[in-house]
């Protein structure tokens, strides 16, 4: 397998700390891309012969403290790291947190990650084009919007949208496990909607999976939010759609927190992350805990090749 390409994230964050004490008893090519000087300053001494120099070590930089300079820093680790798979070199992209803050004062015009990486892509369409998904061993789960507010994710429910997130979701999943999934669609409202009662997005969402389900779909909803991940880990269902970000992510992180992986979809890479932050409050102390990077190299390594094909 070639080197997967592992992004160090924001470097006055935990992301090369965390990097680095999950390859200390891994046994899986990588190539890393964040700033040398900065990386030796968290205490771990990454191997050069694997490592991709990237920015300038020479600013005002304290951990827990994400600046310009920061962001710059993560922004060309990216830029880098993707340039590597371009070129055919790695494989797949494993990336650290990053701090959206930074890298908006760094001149990034995109929020994170799955913003940036679709652009570059040329991908413009989010739940068409691209999409957000979770995968841990406890549950799995799809979003339809991503980082907007609540009013605006409620607004903005949309059948076509829901259709085409069940058929990008449709292909990647079988991408990475071999087989379609049985996808359920999770209401927004109390009860999903209770006939109306409660409120009537859930007939747009209904007009969404049954246009799904006419395409070839295995998909059900809108179903009770309350109850739909609870029938999903019991194993009803592959995959849940959620309606707006928080919906999908406190089950997800509640469940399996350290056994999670947020990748995007649509990409015509695997691209993988752990599922939380840069830990901004516990950097440069070395007290990270690593499990949940460890998990998401070990994810990619074993997904990536079955992406590609």
């Known amino acids: 397998m070639k080197p997967l390409a592992i992004t160090l994230g924001d470097p006055a964050g935990i992301g090369p700390e965390v990097v680095l004490k999950a390859l200390a008893d891994l046994d899986v090519p990588v190539r890393l891309f964040?700033?040398?000087?900065?990386?030796e300053r968290s205490g771990a001494i990454p191997p050069i012969e694997?490592?991709?120099?990237?920015?300038?070590?020479?600013?005002?930089?304290?951990?827990?403290?994400?600046?310009?300079?920061?962001?710059?820093?993560?922004?060309?680790?990216?830029?880098?790291?993707?340039?590597?798979?371009e070129a055919g070199d790695c494989s797949a992209l494993v990336t650290a947190p990053i701090s959206k803050t930074a890298i908006a004062a760094a001149g990034a015009t995109h929020p994170g990650h799955t913003e940036l990486l679709a652009a570059r892509a040329g991908l413009a369409r989010y739940a068409f084009d691209y999409?957000?998904?979770?995968?841990?061993?406890?549950?799995r789960t799809v979003l339809l919007s991503v980082h907007v507010p609540l009013?605006?994710?409620?607004?903005?429910?949309?059948?076509?949208?829901?259709?085409?997130?069940?058929r990008l979701t449709i292909r990647d999943y079988a991408r990475l496990h071999g087989k379609p999934p049985r996808i359920a669609v999770a209401g927004v409202n109390p009860h999903a909607g209770e006939g109306g009662l409660f409120g009537d997005e859930e007939a747009i969402i209904t007009r969404g999976v049954d246009a799904a389900r006419r395409d070839g779909a295995s998909i059900e909803g809108p179903l009770p939010p309350d109850t739909v991940f609870?029938?999903?880990?019991?194993?009803?269902?592959?995959?849940?759609?959620?309606?707006?970000?928080?919906?999908?992510?406190?089950?997800?992180?509640t469940l399996d927190f350290e056994r999670s992986v947020n990748v995007t979809l649509g990409l015509p890479y695997l691209r993988a992350s752990v599922d939380h932050g840069t830990a901004f409050d516990i950097a440069g102390k070395g007290i990270a805990d690593a499990r949940p990077m460890r998990y998401a190299i070990e994810w990619t390594a074993r997904h990536a090749e079955r992406w590609r094909a």
């Open 34 to 39: 964040g700033n040398r000087k900065l990386t």
């Open 50 to 85: 694997r490592f991709v120099d990237c920015g300038s070590a020479e600013l005002d930089f304290h951990f827990g403290q994400g600046s310009a300079g920061s962001g710059a820093i993560s922004l060309q680790s990216i830029d880098a790291a993707v340039s590597a798979i």
């Open 131 to 139: 999409a957000m998904y979770f995968d841990s061993p406890s549950i």
């Open 151 to 166: 009013r605006e994710a409620i607004a903005s429910i949309n059948a076509d949208a829901i259709a085409a997130l069940a």
């Open 230 to 253: 609870l029938s999903a880990r019991n194993g009803k269902y592959d995959v849940v759609m959620a309606m707006y970000h928080d919906q999908g992510l406190i089950p997800v992180k």
